[in-house]
């Protein structure tokens, strides 16, 4: 059986996943930016996310953002090494357990919920400090 080529997208089309992209890295670093401003949401996790957007749909937007002077670092060293430096560490650990200390306080949750809530935080605490740190 014979396979027929591979379709390329429409030129409309691919400028539409473009711009649907660069929307997407525009939304993820405006949450990046309200985690930088709460101290219980994260900040990194989105502004990694709007890097990876930005890689598809806008090279230069991408590239200012690795560039950027206080978020770069972080953001370069996770793709290079899977790295998170010991003071992200800290505070993402902190802000896990401030969040499950605030869901405790306003939810009063039955022990069961609290348990898996309490068993999900800490695998992504767990995954956080097995991260390596960044290599210099």
Do not use: N
């Amino acid at each position: 059986m014979a396979m027929s080529p591979p379709v390329s997208p429409s030129p409309q089309r691919g400028r539409f996943l473009r711009w649907g992209w660069i929307a997407l890295g525009w939304f993820f670093v405006l949450l990046g930016f309200i985690g930088a401003l709460l101290p219980v949401m994260p900040t990194t996790i989105f502004l990694i996310l709007a890097a990876g957007s930005f890689a598809r749909g806008s090279p230069r937007l991408e590239r200012w953002l690795l560039d950027h002077p206080r978020f770069g670092p972080t953001l370069v060293a996770w793709r290079r090494d899977g790295a998170i430096g010991r003071g992200p560490k800290a505070m993402a650990c902190g802000g896990i357990a401030l969040g499950y200390g605030i869901f405790l306080w306003a939810a009063r949750p039955g022990v069961a919920l609290a348990l898996v809530v309490a068993a999900a935080m800490a695998a992504c605490a767990a995954y956080i400090v097995t991260r390596p740190a960044p290599m210099r």
